[in-house]
């Protein structure tokens, strides 16, 4: 999709790729299908556990659904409502844990030993990296070469992915990840040289509550990314706003992230070719209603 008002604004041609339309309304479809489908029949029939504050939960239930294998998600007990519900419809039986106080991949790990199930993780895979890839490489052959490609950063399947795809169809392209100003654990990290840790962020963008980058992504992120940016989540309020008001369409905050970037870069980017991934749409109506009816400036 395009906007002739953010066009306007900044002068440039931006490009948004709406994964928030989506089959489970996410990018982490792309990911956990193509894992999913490169396990073999033993693999299948066993079943596969994954762990999830929601997007990644819904990805794995519906794609182990339609090729008829049977699904554990680990969620967290205050995910929101619409995933939880949406991946117990899909199928999945779900496990709760309190992620402040609780390690949801010990709880994944010591499950899949228990019942013999695979673990497909949310970001630190080859397999989902390659899936998420997909979505930069549809808007790359779809728009032609791009001078920037904004994508959002949580764990780092989806920026690892992109940088991926973008080097080999747009290699002038530079390429940005987006997380929260709470949670810059990708910014330490990519500044660095090597993975940061923190505590869970407090932030709206719960798709980008982690806690760290996985190994196999920060590797293509540290080599292939040009830069790692944050944003505030009133900045985020406010993509949400614009994309309800002038694209008329639900993002979720986490979909948000790489908008909010762009917007602040302003008239940096007059007279460039710019994509934007928008990674989702799965946020509890009165959840959205409450955020984008706040007074500007305001998240909470």
């Known amino acids: 999709m395009?906007?002739?008002t953010v066009d306007a604004q900044l002068g440039a041609e931006v490009y948004f790729k709406c994964e928030n339309f989506q089959r489970m309304g996410a990018f982490k479809f792309r990911g956990a299908f193509n894992a999913l489908s490169c396990l073999d029949a033993e693999?299948?029939?066993?079943g596969v556990i994954a762990f999830s504050s929601g997007n990644h939960a819904q990805a794995v239930a519906l794609s182990a659904r339609l090729l008829g294998m049977a699904s554990t998600i680990v969620m967290p007990e205050d995910a929101p409502l619409t995933k939880m519900e949406a991946t117990r419809a899909y199928g999945a039986h779900i496990v709760t844990y309190n992620r402040y106080r609780e390690d949801r991949e010990e709880i994944a790990r010591r499950l899949a030993t228990e019942r013999g199930l695979c673990v497909i993780p949310p970001y630190d895979h080859p397999d989902v990296i390659a899936g998420q890839g997909t979505a930069a490489m549809e808007l790359i052959k779809e728009v032609g070469s791009l001078d920037r490609l904004y994508v959002c950063l949580g764990g780092g399947g989806l920026l690892a992915g992109s940088a991926l795809a973008a080097k080999a169809l747009a290699p002038r392209c530079k390429v940005y990840g987006v997380e929260p100003q709470a949670g810059n654990d990708g910014q330490q990290s990519f500044r660095t040289g090597s993975i940061v840790r923190i505590k869970v962020p407090d932030t709206i963008a719960d798709g980008a509550q982690t806690?760290?980058?996985g190994r196999y992504p920060f590797e293509?992120?540290?080599r292939d990314v040009t830069d790692v940016l944050t944003v505030s989540d009133p900045a985020l309020i406010a993509g949400m706003r614009f994309f309800a008001e002038r694209m008329k369409m639900i993002v979720?905050?986490?979909?948000?992230?790489?908008?909010?970037?762009?917007?602040?870069?302003g008239q940096q980017l007059a007279g460039?070719?710019?994509g934007v991934i928008?990674?989702?749409g799965n946020v509890d109506l009165e959840r959205f209603a409450a955020?984008?009816?706040?007074p500007a400036g305001q998240a909470r």
């Open 278 to 280: 928008v990674s989702g």
């Open 220 to 222: 293509i992120i540290r």
């Open 252 to 265: 979720e905050p986490t979909g948000c992230l790489a908008f909010a970037a762009v917007r602040a870069a």
């Open 272 to 274: 460039q070719r710019v």
């Open 2 to 4: 395009t906007s002739r």
């Open 211 to 213: 806690l760290s980058l």
């Open 43 to 46: 693999a299948r029939a066993r």
């Open 291 to 294: 955020l984008i009816s706040k």
